[in-house]
């Protein structure tokens, strides 16, 4: 961020690779969680939400209103880097 490397779990590495390669479409929670996690955690919202605002606090200027890693409400997220670099 900023030029600064920044320091992600396995996890979060995971989950951001999974979104990255993805950027620009909107990818739904229930795929995010199966493909990161696997299927046994398909409906597990809680889970991706947590994961999601801890990679947001590493990631995002301001973790409280995000501009890369967008929540699409009722679908699931998706990842818009060319977003954040637009508005600088």
Do not use: C, M
Not at 40 to 59: C, G, M, N, T
């Amino acid at each position: 961020r900023d030029s600064v490397p920044i320091q992600l779990t396995g996890t979060e590495w995971q989950l951001l690779q999974h979104l990255a390669s993805n950027a620009g479409k909107v990818l739904l929670s229930s795929e995010v969680l199966t493909k990161v996690w696997g299927s046994e955690y398909a409906d597990d919202l809680q889970y991706l939400r947590v994961w999601v605002s801890r990679l947001r606090r590493k990631i995002e200027d301001d973790p409280a209103n995000p501009v890369v890693l967008i929540n699409r409400p009722g679908i699931g997220y998706v990842f818009a880097p060319e977003v954040a670099r637009g508005s600088a």
